[in-house]
């Protein structure tokens, strides 16, 4: 199994605000507790994720963005960056990966933590987001090449952004995980965090499904709870 100790820095990509409190914020608050320097990026304000007639676009994508600045502070998470990609209609677009590829050269993250963009569905019950699956391919494709890769998005080089080599992508949702982080010691806090998106959860029973995903998630383990990862140990070696 990879090694699944505590890296320097970690970079967290999702859609939608509340996307990490839902799958990986475990992981992110632990490696926080430990010292870790973590970042998310949302790749869209998640402007559209309501069916509310009164509440406008504009409306939801501010409460939204201080609902996931909440949760990271919960978390202990050190930095959140709001893309301003479409929501609903998010795509695996050069221009996305570009914005990503960016933030890695910033942050310089030893390790990005994504979902499965090839998973359309799980179970019988939940049909997995398009815009899930756009921005865990986007985050793949600027790991590799694009964040390592001197001359892809020669802009960034002009804006001083030299390149930079992940070590390791932690794929959550994979039907086929390999690691398993415990993250018993801080499942109260990730519920915290999960509940500071009132907008999406007001009435959800979030306790109860976290718990019930974690202990889900921990049983091929024996961990009481845990977020399950599929990861990519990325060598030195060149990969094309």
Not at 23 to 49: E, F, K, N, P
Not at 103 to 117: A, Q
Not at 131 to 154: M, N, Q
Not at 192 to 217: C, N, T
Request: charged share 20%; aromatic share 6%.
């Amino acid at each position: 199994m990879p090694d699944s100790s505590t890296p320097k820095r970690a970079m967290v990509i999702v859609a939608h605000p509340d996307d990490a409190e839902f799958t990986m914020a475990g992981t992110a608050a632990l490696w926080a507790a430990a010292g870790a320097a973590v970042c998310y990026v949302v790749c869209t304000r998640g402007d559209r994720g309501s069916n509310d007639p009164d509440v406008t676009p504009w409306a939801l994508a501010r409460l939204r963005d201080a609902e996931q600045r909440a949760a990271a502070a919960i978390l202990g998470v050190q930095e959140v960056v709001v893309l301003d990609h479409p929501d609903g209609t998010l795509e695996p677009t050069l221009a996305l990966r570009c914005d990503l590829t960016r933030e890695m050269r910033r942050f310089r993250p030893e390790v990005v933590l994504t979902g499965d963009p090839t998973v359309h569905f799980y179970g019988g019950g939940y049909l997995n987001h398009p815009d899930h699956r756009a921005a865990a391919s986007a985050a793949l494709d600027a790991v590799f090449p694009s964040a390592e890769t001197r001359y892809i998005f020669p802009e960034l080089l002009a804006a001083g952004l030299e390149p930079h080599r992940v070590q390791a992508v932690y794929i959550h949702g994979s039907p086929e995980p390999n690691t398993w982080i415990d993250i018993a010691p801080v499942i109260e806090t990730k519920i915290r965090a999960l509940q500071a998106h009132q907008s999406q959860v007001g009435g959800f029973p979030v306790e109860a499904w976290i718990r019930g995903m974690a202990e889900e998630e921990g049983r091929p383990r024996g961990l009481a709870a845990a977020e399950a990862y599929r990861v990519i140990v990325i060598n030195g070696a060149s990969q094309g």
